[in-house]
């Protein structure tokens, strides 16, 4: 038995429609809201380590899919839910390919929850005459669900091979609740214990901690892709919902882990694993299907037919990689960062400033890079910090190049995790 | 509905009373989500409007940052149903800040772009240099005198909100007396509920006495979202309706305070006459939240309203949170002249129904009554 289109769209619109909330209390005193006081412990080394996956899951094949891939395969992750989010695609059709993809991988015991369909504010219109008015955008080729071929938020396609067909509804389907709760109720529920992955636009987090601003110190981290210093400051996540961002950034959680657009360009899908072995041609080789599969309809072929294809960086599979092994980053820094959400040229830009920076380096006391003298200067004459309310984040600056592209070959290519 | 097409056919200057007004048997059902500012405000006296009317359901009263910090607005609304014996209505404590609005921010916005002028325009509620912070929980004075040993509820209000509404499709009025923050987390949670939704009803913005008002510019994203979002009907009291009125207008609160019964002749004995005897130049304050709640019970007293466009601007800047307004019928104006045409909305602006003249006499009768008859008694 099979579903159709119709089907589908039908039960994910009804599960939306008809979500019942029903959030337990944290407490019920005179005037709630206080904040537990539960001590954050790290991950345990032994135990397996408790995840939300929080995704704008655009199929068939790119760096959402391999963030959820690799996130199914890693032995030492407790996916406890994934929930999706529009951004790279509209949301339903995000759902269509992520429970086709459980489907096939076997995992049909990962509950799905649907989350925001469309931004905080931003809107597909006031894009476009953002670029008319202020000049083009360098996302406007992408776009993401707000792109002309992807139509509107119930425009649910067909799936193309390998997924071919919608999942079959009565094995496994969307689930009720809306993301945010699941995010409250999950974090609430093990506290100090679940990680959140955000490799979309942050709205379902920003709602989650809008309604239960009590959840934020339960969070051990966060890890989050988007912003930039020098590739560019203004990344698909980030500026296709500025607010929630922002709302997300400026939050106390203990650890918000970001890989930045600069970090992401250092490696590539098509690069090599070692000289002469392509990832792509090692992970074809050797994988078990469904994963083959996909590689080698949306890898190989592309390459095959057009060598000049420019496969993506590997944005979500280093988040992926941070959730799953820390030690592939090398290098972190503490920074405050905020998001600019004036609707103007430089709306959903990121802006960052050094945490320390009332201890600026002075010749002779630290070494001082050129560029970092183009921004440092005396502190006793100009204001140098954040803004008032600019977030303090973890900003991924290194990565051991090796220790990524293994493991990202090593969980494409074992054989497929069992539920 | 109207059709013809004058530049002034959308207005209804006047009409006679939609409906019969409505018996007790067929009481409207409406959500109270204020930022209920204690002892005594324009919100805490809107609350005792619906308190006391007969034809009203109030299924729950829901709080939201902005006069106050929720956690104190909340203990004044329980204390306040204690006081009047209303346990049954259940209290929901919503945002506690503004999706995106910081007091840091606000603060340093007026030191750099100054201050929102005319009179007491300038206001930023619990956002004020001296407004404490989210937590703190100040005691309160007599009547209210300790806090309630009634409890809020553990839902937050967005959830409540939701809920309530898809329990009951086409038959919830939402009255948004302070920022739209809990209506604006709802309607981006379970956007099936806004077509669903009877009457919203809204007091802020303007067009002539100021541009904003406090309950738009102390959170502007969420008003920007709530009024985008395509109710079937945006009822908006501005300031400057708002203004028409005082509360030290024809001595009423002489009288409410002569013939009320308790508590609500000790709330205005205290913190109305006593303020305005001490200083005899105090200028009393309008009534805003007071002109939403007599919609909600008597929507004939308001002499019909302009259909208009509305759209909040978020840049956060000097006009962070002003509200911009467009005629509806802005297609049909200055036809013939280089203007046609030309006085779009933005793209994205929301539908509202601006209320423009109150029946003053009307209103006074009934708000003197509501404050005067026996306290009404919880529901069985």
Redesign the interface.
Known sequence: MTTTRREFIRTVGGA??S???A???????????AIPNVPVTPPQGSGRRKVIYDQDNSGPFGTDILGTLMMLQADNIDLLGITLVTGDAWMKQEMAFTLRLLEMMGRTEIPVYPG???P??N?K??WL?RSQLYGGHRLDPWMGAFNRPNGGPDDVQPLPPPYVRFADSSNIKAQQD?A??FIIKTARENPGQVTIYAGGPL?NL??AI????DIVPLVPEVVIMGTGFHTFTNTFNICFDP?AA??VLRAPWPKFSIVTVDLAEEIHEADALTPGRSMIGEIVARAQSPIADLFQRYAVEPLKRDPSTRLFRMADEMIAAQVIDPAVFTKSEQMYVDIC????PRYGDAMFWHKNWQEVPNEGKQPVSAADRRIFVDPRQFYLGP???AGLVNVLQEVDRNRFTNLFVDLMTKPIRKA | METSSGPLAHSAMFSPPEQAPVAPSVKKKLIYDQDHRGPLSTDTVATLMLLQADNIDLLGICTVTCDMW??QE??YA?RLLELMGRKEVPVY?G???P??N?K??AQ?RYQMFGSRTLGNEGYLGCFAKDGGSRDD?EPLPPPYSR??????????A??FI??TI?AHPNEITMYCGGPM?NLA?AA?????IVPITKEVIFMGGGLHHSTSSVNVYFDP?AA??AFRAGWPKLTLVTTDLAEQVHMQDDAKVDYIVDHAHAPIDELFRRFEQKPQRDNPQRQSFRMPDEMMAAHAIDPSIFGGFDEMYIDIV????GHYGDTLFWDANWSDANKGTPLAGQNNPS??AGRVEVLKAIDKKRFREIFVDLMTRPVNQAKS
């Open positions: 939306i429609a979500s019942q909330m959030l337990e209390a944290t407490e019920t005193g005179a005037v709630a809201a925001a369909e469309f905080m504010l809107t219109e006031e005459l809306h945010a709760r709205t920003a709602l809008a309604l239960a601003p607010e922002r709302k959400c004036t609707p103007g803004p008032p309310s | 929720g956690r909340t203990a329980l404590m945002a506690q800040e999706l995106l910081t840091a921010e340093m929980l806090f309630a040993q009634l409890k809020a509820q553990p839902e937050p967005a959830d939701i809920r898809r923050t987390l981006m949670l379970a956007p099936d994203e920007k979202i978020t840049h956060n800047d793209i994205k």
